[in-house]
Structures are given as structure tokens and as C-alpha cells.
């Protein structure tokens, strides 16, 4: 199984701030990475997929980059609507979800 | 609109079992691969297992194989998720989701990134 290390499980921010997410894959899975956002009481919503590609209608704010096995997610000017738990999933070989970002206000 | 809908919450005791359905519509249901996802404050997400409908084509994770059966009826555009036995850690909130062809053979699949998921159906089990 292809596991997915997610940090840091918390991060606390402004609106305005930059964040960055990390997501390290304990073996390459080329750019086959997705990134959701999730807020309480709802499923997940696709942000980014094949590392860098943004999902229509999505902010051009989020952004994602990496391949192999490490890759980030980059928030820049954090707006209210940001602040959810972000998670990163490999799709390379099945699926596997990362624990999980909870972007919290400073 | 392109959307998946699950039926409602469900509340049952230890060794029950429980038939969840997900109905797609605004879509070509045979032509998308359906997962069904767990989602745990422990465990976070978990891929349960996938389904082909249109042909049935069926895989589990490893983790709930033999636990859970995966189906779905083309006909009425609907998946299901079956859990037997049901114990109190099952208790969660499950969720279809949608995603495109990607690749399998017989030992692995290469998926498609998820992108529509229904609203999710939470279960509690409970003596």
C-alpha cells in the first residue's frame, strides 16, 4: 500500500497569510495527487489534481505543485472561506488519503 | 447538475446489516467508476472499495474486503454499499464518489482523481 504523510495536522493563520501544505508519498506516484478541501457537515470538494492542475472553478489562489513523492499545496492571500481541512490522495494505485490540514484562524 | 445522492442516516444495533444507496444522475452512469469512501475521526478517509457499473467490475481495499459488498443496477443509475455485521467502530459517515476511467488489470488500478462525491450518509451503530 502507498501511504500518504500529510503536515502539519494543524495550522493556524490570518486572512491575507500565504500556507503551505506538504504531502509525502512513500513511493513515487508521478503527479497522480489530488488535493480536496472539507468543511464540517460536508464531503470533500476537489481543488487540485494531477499535482498542479486546478479543478474548474476553483480559485486561482490554491495552487499545487510536486511529482515523485513530494508535493505541496499553497494557499496564497487566505480568504474566510479558506479556513476547512485540506487533505492530499494519491490515486497512482487505488487511493490513499493523507491525515488531513485543518487551516484554523490565528 | 451532475450529482450523486445517498439515502438518509442510519442508526442501528451490533450485528445488524445495512444497504446504503447512492443514485447518480446528470451523468452517463455506466461510464464513471464509483467508490465508496469511509471517513472516521480516527481513520480520516479510507477507500473502501470501487465498482464498474457497467459491467460490475468490482474491487475492494484490503481493509474491508470479506467486511463489506460492493453492487450497483445500471438500470436505476444506483450503487450500493452492503455492511454486514455491523460492530460500533463501523460507525462513520460513508460516501460515494465518482470518478473517471482510469486503468486496471488484474491486480491493481490506476484511478482518476475524485471529483463528484455525494452528500454522505453517516451511520451510527449503537447497542
Known amino acids: 500500500d502507498i501511504q500518504m504523510t500529510q503536515s502539519p495536522s494543524t495550522l493556524f493563520a490570518s486572512v491575507g497569510d500565504s500556507v503551505t501544505i506538504t504531502c509525502r508519498a512513500s513511493?513515487?506516484?508521478?503527479?497522480?495527487l489530488a488535493w480536496y478541501q472539507q468543511k464540517p457537515g460536508k464531503a470533500p470538494k476537489l481543488l487540485i489534481y494531477?499535482?498542479?492542475t486546478l479543478e474548474s472553478g476553483v480559485p486561482s489562489r490554491f495552487s499545487g505543485s510536486g511529482s515523485g513523492t513530494d508535493f505541496t499545496l499553497t494557499i496564497s492571500y487566505l480568504q474566510p472561506d479558506d479556513f476547512a481541512t485540506y487533505y492530499c490522495?494519491?490515486?497512482?494505485?487505488?487511493?490513499?488519503f493523507g491525515q488531513g490540514t485543518k487551516v484554523e484562524v490565528k | 447538475e451532475v450529482q450523486l445522492v445517498q439515502s438518509g442516516v442510519e442508526v442501528k444495533k451490533p450485528g445488524e446489516s445495512l444497504k446504503i444507496s447512492c443514485q447518480g444522475s446528470?451523468?452517463?452512469?455506466?461510464?464513471?467508476?464509483i467508490a465508496w469512501v469511509r471517513q472516521t475521526p480516527g481513520e480520516g478517509l479510507e477507500w473502501m472499495g470501487i465498482?464498474?457499473?457497467?459491467?460490475?467490475?468490482?474491487r475492494y481495499s484490503p481493509s474491508f474486503q470479506g467486511q463489506v459488498s460492493i453492487s450497483a443496477d445500471k438500470s436505476i443509475t444506483t450503487a450500493y454499499l452492503k455492511l454486514s455485521s455491523l460492530k460500533a467502530s463501523d460507525t462513520a459517515t460513508y460516501y460515494c464518489?465518482?470518478?473517471?476511467?482510469?486503468?486496471?488489470?488484474?491486480?491493481?488500478?490506476?484511478?482518476?482523481?475524485?471529483?463528484?462525491w455525494g452528500q454522505g450518509t453517516m451511520v451510527i451503530v449503537s447497542p
Open positions: 464518489v465518482r470518478f473517471g476511467v482510469g486503468y486496471c488489470d488484474p491486480t491493481t488500478c490506476s484511478l482518476e482523481p475524485f471529483d463528484i
Open positions: 446528470g451523468y452517463n452512469f455506466v461510464s464513471y467508476w
Open positions: 465498482i464498474y457499473p457497467d459491467d460490475s467490475d468490482t
Open positions: 513511493q513515487g506516484i508521478s503527479n497522480r
Open positions: 494531477k499535482a498542479s
Open positions: 490522495q494519491q490515486y497512482h494505485r487505488y487511493a490513499t
